[in-house]
């Protein structure tokens, strides 16, 4: 228990002294999830809200695959676009390799997809004629969908946090695509793993309550924005 | 009607749903300015017409013209969407203020804000609702929200106004207040309106027109008194409020009128036929006189009938009741009426309406029945 | 529609200019792919060496430290650039089969044999550390294994073959499949013996409850080699990257700093460099 204790000890040290190299791992990981989560949103959302709308043959099959890559093992994505990006595979000439940029692309495709269900369901949810409504009222496609999107607002701000959280925790893909290169691609997750792997767990747990800290601060800030749109 | 266009012609439009034909509608042309009001029971087609003259939905066959001009093309009905409003049966508010809500089909327009503002605040107060302006769209009433559907969808002063039954989930003081406002505006506006009903006093009361559907087809299109009184068939007869509908045969004829036979009892009515046509007798309650046996007073009524009160109902101003004359006959009186009569189940009566009163509706053996009397 | 689609535009933006700032802006030739073993990294002596490297020559080192397993099997695809590794019979067979080429040797640490003060099997002193495991096994004590094919793994496996003894199976036997750190943790938790390398046994000792039993065996030499990875075998190995670094790391200056690291920390140094040596020179 008193590890626990002094990890939290060695947490706000580490914090208030603004440790660079903390400093640093953090501020990745922000940058790193936040980029993915505002891929997967403008994939996720526009993704979702077409297949909510549109009526096409095989439209229940792309549903469930939507709803099953929800729950994509996240070392799986991590295996495959490891594959994709390495030298000798198809994408390799990129050389992005062991770049926050592909942890930024594994991360994207982690949480696309449950931005794009939840989105789905979120706009199955409004009402039928709202759509008609809205073309009634001389909206362009753009225009109703933009609309819609803003009415769903509530579950969709619900999509962007279970995504961010999805990926701001996530570690499997980040360490296989990343390297946990010092300094360079490691971020708050794979540098806990690492000093755990080394027995350092106070300096663990402390990295794992920045973690804790800096997730609850991001979706503080998301939840303010959701909750600020309820009816007064 | 007279050489100039319609400004909404539909030709030949259908509608297919899952295979079955759902709308079904040769021709139906609507002048500008007027209301026409659509009534028949849910499943009728009601909503499914509004929404393919407003180019909501896709015609399976069929063309819209508006002001002459055949909307197909998908820009073509852009086009025309933006020059009409719908009203749907929920209000179907955004989730901000009212003030936003009735603004948006101007924002949608790309309208300057001081332009919007004041349009807003004009229709705003048309519907009596300037007070709720910034208060949110969901904290509102279900009256209210109607009525900023309304005035959302008049502030972008459409050339026909679509309404798919929006006073039906209001209760009858609310919805009676907003046919009023709705009344003026639409008089005051003189915006040509296509609205489905399902009451049909509220279409007696508002519309220039009233078409009466069934299964897809319109059944009826004609000036409300027409179509109340002289309804073509038996569906439409029940269905515009006919409470008697009676079927029979010509017995005997003398110049202008006839005799019927009605289960054993002849009824005199006014109308050309031929001896022996099977015909049906439409007679509205309240055409039908109640008057306690032994009575003294002379009728001119040429059918008086006997017959016992087998049901009284109330029916908010007056009451309706059954009798047996040996054939069943509805009539309304007033509440007055009914203690003066002393009216209750079982009472002996005496029944009599006018044989100018009623209705005619020749069954043909083939085609459609055919309507006489002026 | 005029005005509300100006801030995606700037959005659009700013993703477009952070996710281009990634794109390595050192370019393909100066990226150089090490491939090295976690007990390597976690000790610490590459956060020293690499800085000096990349600062003289320009180059970017990605050091992915992984188990000595997955080090050889990136460099038999390709993926790497350099191994630096410490599994001798691995490596040879590696060079052998024409996946590495020049293989020089750096650098040599040691391991040792820890456990309990209670010493219950009774191993402390005795020279021969087949021996001590001979002991281990007989006496039925908890020994905890990395099993997780690396280096120490490797080792430890040869010194059980040495002993003839078939330790897999046994009770007294568990495999935690865990780094060394972590391993040690684990020993110390349940008061049994490990074999661990001597840098990360010293980087943590305040904190384990884990004496020295056994000690400067030369079976207990842990050799570390440099390897280039072979261009024939693939091309798109960044061939120059690969030497300069081989050829750093075996040089005076690269030496000296493997000479002296870790003795302002922990008294002693946790590494003895050894370029230029013969394999067969080092220990007794």
């Keep these: 228990m008193d590890l626990i204790f002094e990890g939290i000890l060695k947490a706000f040290f580490l914090l208030f002294t603004f440790d660079p190299e903390v400093m640093g791992i953090t501020l990745l990981s922000l940058e790193v999830s936040g980029a993915a989560t505002l891929i997967s949103l403008l994939i996720g959302i526009s993704a979702g809200t077409i297949i909510a709308l549109a009526e096409f043959p095989g439209r229940k099959i792309i549903v469930s695959l939507v709803n099953t890559g929800m729950g994509l093992p996240p070392v799986v994505v991590g295996l495959f676009v490891t594959i994709f990006l390495w030298r000798n595979g198809p994408l390799g000439f990129l050389g992005i390799l062991f770049t926050p940029l592909a942890m930024i692309i594994a991360q994207a495709v982690i ?102 800290l800096l997730a609850f601060f991001i979706n503080w800030i998301l939840t303010r924005i959701q909750q600020k749109e309820r009816p007064r | 009607m007279n050489g100039s266009r319609s400004i909404l012609e539909a030709k030949n439009l259908q509608v297919r749903k899952a295979g079955s034909l759902v709308l079904d509608v040769p021709l139906l042309r609507i002048e500008e300015g007027e209301i026409l009001s659509l009534i028949g029971p849910n499943g009728a087609g009601k909503t499914t017409l509004l929404q393919a003259m407003a180019r909501l939905i896709k015609l399976s066959q069929g063309e819209l013209c ?114 009023e406002d709705l009344e003026s505006v639409l008089r005051e506006t003189k915006t040509t309106t296509l609205m489905a009903v399902h009451d049909r006093m509220e279409a007696l009361r508002l519309s220039d ?132 009569l002393s009216l209750r189940e079982g009472k002996e009566m005496v029944a009599s309406f006018k044989a100018t009163s009623i209705h005619v509706v020749r069954k043909k053996e083939k085609g459609r029945p055919v309507s006489l009397n002026a | 529609m005029k005005r509300s689609k100006s801030p995606w535009i700037i959005f659009g933006g700013i993703i477009l200019l952070f996710v281009a700032g990634w794109i390595p802006a050192y370019g393909q030739q100066k990226n150089i792919i090490l491939a090295t073993t976690t007990s390597t990294q976690d000790s610490g002596l590459l956060d020293v060496l690499i800085p000096i490297f990349e600062k003289k020559t320009g180059y970017f080192v990605k050091t992915i430290a992984v188990g000595s397993g997955q080090a050889m099997a990136m460099g038999q695809k390709g993926e790497a650039d350099a191994l630096l590794v410490h599994s001798p019979a691995a490596e040879k067979k590696f060079v052998a089969e024409g996946y590495g080429v020049n293989r020089r040797i750096v650098m040599h640490n040691d391991f040792i044999v820890v456990g309990p003060a209670e010493d219950p099997a009774k191993i402390k002193g005795i020279k021969a550390t ?100 072979n261009p024939a075998k693939w091309p798109k190995v960044n061939v120059a990257g690969a030497k300069a670094f081989a050829d750093f790391i075996v040089a005076k200056e690269a030496q000296e700093v493997v000479k002296t690291f870790g003795v302002d920390k922990f008294g002693s140094p946790l590494f003895f460099p050894d370029a230029g040596k013969k394999e067969e020179e080092l220990g007794k």
């Excluded at chain 3, 004590?141 to 793994?153: K, M, P, Q, V």
């Excluded at chain 3, 684990?186 to 990360?200: I, N, S």
């Design chain 1, 111 to 212: 949480a696309t997809p449950i931005v794009m269900g939840i989105t789905l369901a979120a706009i199955q949810a409004l009402p039928k004629n709202l759509r008609l409504q809205i073309m009634a009222l001389g909206a362009t496609r753009l225009q109703m969908v933009w609309i819609l999107v803003k009415e769903a607002k509530l579950p969709l701000l619900a999509g962007v946090m279970a995504g961010f959280g999805g990926v701001i925790s996530e570690v499997g893909a980040s360490i296989m695509v990343g390297g946990n290169i010092k300094g360079y691609s490691r971020v708050l997750t794979t540098a806990t793993v690492m000093e755990t792997s080394r027995g350092n767990f106070e300096v663990a747990i402390a990295l794992g309550i920045i973690l804790l």
């Design chain 2, 66 to 179: 508006f002001r002459g001009e055949n909307v197909s093309s998908n820009h073509a009905q852009f086009e025309y969407r933006r020059r009409l409003a719908m009203v749907f049966q929920e209000p179907l508010l955004f989730d901000t203020t009212v003030y936003e809500n009735v603004a948006a089909g101007l924002k949608i327009r790309g309208i300057k804000k001081s332009a919007i503002q004041r349009t807003v605040a004009e229709n705003l107060k048309r519907f009596g609702i300037a007070h709720l302006a910034h208060r949110s769209a969901r904290k509102i009433s279900g009256g209210e929200a109607q009525r900023v559907a309304l005035a959302r969808a008049l502030a972008t002063q459409p050339e026909v106004l679509f309404l798919d039954e929006p006073f039906s989930s209001l209760d009858p003081p609310t919805r009676e207040s907003l046919l």
């Design chain 2, 209 to 340: 027109l009233i078409a009466v559907m069934n299964h897809g087809r319109i059944l009826q299109v004609g000036p409300p008194g027409e179509v109340m009184n002289q309804p073509l068939d038996e569906f439409v007869a029940s269905f515009v409020g006919v409470e008697t509908i009676l079927s029979g045969q010509v017995v005997r004829k003398e110049g202008g009128s006839f005799i019927a036979s009605i289960q054993g009892h002849y009824i005199e009515a006014v109308g050309k036929v031929e001896l022996g046509e099977s015909v049906v007798l439409c007679i509205r309650p309240e055409n039908v006189t109640l008057m306690v046996p032994p009575f003294k007073e002379p009728t001119s009524a040429r059918n008086v009938f006997p017959g016992t009160i087998v049901k009284v109902t109330p029916l908010g101003l007056f009451y309706k009741v059954q009798l047996q004359c040996g054939f069943p006959l509805v009539a309304y009186v007033t509440s007055h009426s009914l203690e003066n």
């Design chain 3, 130 to 229: 087949t021996s001590a495991f001979k002991k281990i096994a007989s006496a039925g004590a908890l020994f905890l294994s990395r099993g997780d094919n690396s280096g120490t793994h490797a080792k430890e496996k040869a010194i059980w073959k040495a002993a003839e003894i078939k330790a897999e199976g046994q009770k007294w036997y568990q495999q935690t499949g865990l780094g060394m750190g972590q391993t040690l943790n684990v020993a110390a938790e349940k008061k049994g013996y490990t074999l661990a390398d001597r840098g990360t046994y010293l980087a943590l000792k305040k904190n384990l409850r884990l004496d020295i039993l056994a000690e400067g065996d030369a079976i207990l030499l842990n050799v570390y080699h440099v390897i280039e990875v």
